[in-house]
């Protein structure tokens, strides 16, 4: 592995070792016999990576299974976003878009294991060395994407826009955007002006999800079982790494720009899934939502 794949800007710490934990997560859904989304490269990343030895790929590898609040309910939770945002992407490129963005890519593999239409082109935006660590593993796999693949590899606290446009994304044309896990970790400076720049860069028929928190005050739930869980299972203090300063309303904003925006809570596609995380107490995940919005056309 190359030192910038595993350096510190990669995956070995920080908000890019949440990129494995969610590739874990993806790995134990896989295996699950009732499993809501599959990705056979998950379990790839982290067993490629030394940060995270020892880490399960399946329940079956956890004693004490889904009732691990960690590596069970959480790690539910995350194949339940996963399953819940592929479908988002495939409806929106079977009706306008083209093009798919994935800003803060990290280790998704949705160009590789996703139907895309034969014209589509996803662009991946994210740091070089966190593409670097996903190119050696999926090389090591002769993996093939199942579309057009451009890498954008770029911190998204730089100009981004342009290094997305140099890379050959059509403002022009209808496109569909993914800010999966990402905006909590920005300051609500840096995540008003991705959606604005998104917004700039968004013909009439284009879509876009994300997902936020809205809770007041992060730390209303800092003993909640998710968050010491993690820290005591993993070593990842979510609290530490999250923004905690006050949230910009981004649904709001796409609104007043013309968007058409939805605001879901998880639990909505759980019980719609039959399968997933329910609210409980002291719960970690009461203020997340998964926001939906699709610019119209003139």
Same mark, same amino acid.
């Given at each position: 592995m190359?030192e910038g794949?595993?350096?510190?800007?990669?995956?070995?710490?920080?908000v890019g070792?949440?990129? =494995?934990?969610?590739?874990?997560?993806?790995?134990?859904?896989?295996h699950?016999?009732?499993?809501?989304?599959?990705?056979?490269f998950a @379990?790839?990343?982290?067993?490629? +990576?030394p940060?995270c030895?020892g880490?399960?790929?399946?329940?079956q590898?956890?004693?004490?299974g889904?009732a691990? $609040?960690?590596?069970?309910?959480?790690?539910r939770?995350?194949g339940?976003?996963t /399953?819940?945002?592929d479908?988002?992407?495939l409806?929106?490129?079977?009706?306008?878009? /083209?093009q798919?963005?994935? =800003?803060?890519?990290?280790?998704?593999s949705?160009?590789?294991?996703l139907?895309?239409?034969?014209d589509?082109?996803?662009?991946e935006?994210?740091?070089?060395?966190v593409?670097?660590?996903?190119?050696?593993?999926?090389?090591?796999?002769?993996?093939?994407? *199942?579309? +057009?693949?451009v $890498?954008?590899?770029?911190?998204?606290?730089?100009?981004?826009?342009?290094?997305?446009?140099? +890379?050959g994304?059509?403002?022009a044309? $209808?496109?569909?955007?993914?800010?999966?896990?990402?905006?909590f970790?920005?300051?609500?400076?840096?995540?008003?002006?991705?959606?604005?720049?998104?917004? /700039? =860069?968004?013909?009439g028929?284009s879509?876009l999800?994300f997902?936020? *928190?809205?809770?007041?005050?992060l730390?209303e739930?800092?003993?909640?079982?998710?968050y010491?869980?993690t820290?005591?299972?993993?070593g990842?203090?979510?609290?530490d790494?999250?923004? /905690?300063?006050?949230?910009?309303?981004?649904?709001g904003?796409?609104?007043g720009?013309?968007?058409?925006?939805?605001?879901?809570? $998880?639990?909505?596609?759980?019980?719609?899934?039959?399968?997933?995380?329910?609210? @409980? @107490?002291?719960?970690?995940?009461?203020?997340?939502?998964?926001?939906?919005?699709?610019k119209?056309r003139?």
């Amino acid at each position: 592995m190359s030192e910038g794949a595993g350096g510190a800007d990669g995956v070995a710490g920080g908000v890019g070792l949440t990129a =494995l934990l969610v590739a874990a997560a993806r790995a134990i859904e896989t295996h699950r016999h009732d499993s809501l989304a599959r990705d056979v490269f998950a @379990e790839h990343f982290v067993l490629a +990576a030394p940060a995270c030895a020892g880490w399960p790929v399946r329940i079956q590898q956890v004693p004490d299974g889904d009732a691990n $609040p960690l590596w069970g309910r959480f790690a539910r939770y995350f194949g339940l976003r996963t /399953r819940v945002l592929d479908d988002f992407l495939l409806r929106s490129v079977h009706a306008d878009a /083209r093009q798919v963005v994935l =800003l803060g890519a990290g280790l998704d593999s949705r160009a590789f294991r996703l139907d895309w239409p034969a014209d589509c082109v996803i662009f991946e935006v994210d740091r070089a060395g966190v593409l670097a660590f996903k190119h050696e593993v999926l090389d090591g796999l002769s993996a093939a994407p *199942k579309a +057009a693949r451009v $890498p954008v590899p770029i911190d998204l606290r730089a100009d981004w826009a342009e290094a997305l446009t140099i +890379a050959g994304f059509d403002p022009a044309a $209808p496109s569909v955007w993914l800010a999966e896990g990402l905006l909590f970790y920005l300051p609500g400076t840096t995540e008003t002006h991705l959606i604005d720049t998104v917004d /700039r =860069l968004s013909t009439g028929g284009s879509a876009l999800a994300f997902e936020v *928190k809205l809770d007041k005050d992060l730390l209303e739930y800092r003993d909640s079982p998710l968050y010491t869980s993690t820290t005591q299972q993993i070593g990842i203090d979510l609290l530490d790494l999250f923004n /905690r300063e006050s949230r910009p309303d981004s649904a709001g904003n796409l609104t007043g720009r013309g968007w058409s925006t939805s605001v879901r809570t $998880p639990f909505e596609f759980t019980r719609h899934h039959g399968r997933g995380p329910l609210p @409980e @107490e002291n719960d970690a995940l009461a203020g997340n939502r998964w926001v939906f919005a699709n610019k119209p056309r003139p």
